[in-house]
DNA sequence: GCAATAAATGCACTTCTGTTGCACTAGTTA
DNA sequence: TAACTAGTGCAACAGAAGTGCATTTATTGC
């Protein structure tokens, strides 16, 4: 049994062949992946299919969902017994306007939001939209 | 000539009848609101025209859209002399998850957020979402 | 005022993402 | 091995966004 097989069994989903795959791209992506990138990855994958393996990998807090400003749904693996329901380990995402590639920023976690008397905070979605390091030549 | 009337031409947008309805429409409204929203308001309203609107409203700064999650863009009419772009002016927004409107918190500008080295920021982007003051009974 | 021009609108159609229903297959358990 | 459950593939649909084109409305020059 290999790495990724026992990872998902740690997360209490099946690891088949389909799963697997899915999930050794999104460990190889640095980057938040959308659905139809990995459609096109994989010529041979069917679209239900991945939508509903990154919904599975969703509830199982394999990877969170990032809604990134572009309207199209992005997932990246979570880290390590990350909550990302929790609010303090709610860390901000960067769009980078020029190559169009969404990134975690894990370290960079979301300083805590006021909101005014009455409304009750439960979830907060912050994205840096710019230039990334690559295409900032820096 | 009507109030709606100059404040377009001040933008220099030509006050056509669909165009006074649809600011007044969102002066009206404190929330940010869909195309949708203001296509069932006017029954007889174009969805094109609508969104042609929007856009030249967005392109003249009388309004700014508003990505609250949901997947559906929103728009909100910008305060006057607001300048949506530039980052001192960015304002949080706030999502309610039971009644699924989305207000802007003009008065609560969001804070510094630090990126790393390499990295630009130009735009942010922040949604709280929880329960709103309507709904959470206070 | 009228013709020429430009802007705005309405209709039809396409595309893209997300989503569901149903049948079939594979894998698990008794 | 039979019965059952989870996973997959195909087809179809829904909703929002966007485009092309013809028509209407407004503006400008003569």
Redesign the interface.
Known sequence: MTEIEKTLENYQVRPTAMRILIYKYLAEKEIAVALTDIESAFAKAERTTLYRTLKTFEEKKIVHQI?D?T?I?KYALCEKGCNCEIEQDLH?H?HC?NCNETVC?T??KI?Q?????????????????????KC?G?
């Open positions: 809604d400003g309207g749904s901000l960067f306007n920023l370290e960079h300083p939001i006021k909101v005014p008397d009455g409304y009750i905070a439960e979830d907060v979605n912050l994205v840096v939209k710019g230039i990334c390091e900032s820096q």
